[in-house]
């Protein structure tokens, strides 16, 4: 499966729009379009609401970003998580590190 990314972005947010699997295959695009974005200092908000699977690589990308958020001093947001990948993160923990937000962002 393929991972299609969408950008949207104003002055003080950038929301990228994931939809399909983030796995070791389309991780690397992921990281192109997600990490520049952290290492700028901006609002990053990832909108996970189409998104079915994601594994470990996908979760190192995520890992990355939030690195990069605060060395920069921007912020990651995710949101728009199924239960199933909610639970994932909360089994490793990333729940507790990476802001979560219910719902989705605003299209």
């Known amino acids: 499966m393929n991972l299609s990314i969408r950008l949207e972005a104003d002055n003080d947010t950038t929301v990228l729009y994931l939809a399909g699997e983030v796995d070791a295959y ?21 909108d996970l609401t189409d998104v079915h699977y994601i594994d470990s690589t ?16 921007g912020n990651l947001v995710l949101t728009g998580m199924s239960d199933r990948i909610k ?19 605003s299209r």
């Open 26 to 46: 389309t991780a690397p695009k992921l990281r192109e379009e997600l990490l520049p974005l952290t290492e700028l200092g901006k609002n990053v908000k990832v």
């Open 58 to 73: 996908g979760l190192g990308i995520f890992i990355g970003a939030l690195k990069a958020t605060h060395i920069h001093k």
């Open 87 to 105: 639970r994932l993160f909360t089994i490793t923990g990333l729940n507790e590190v990476i802001t979560i937000e219910e719902g989705e962002a």
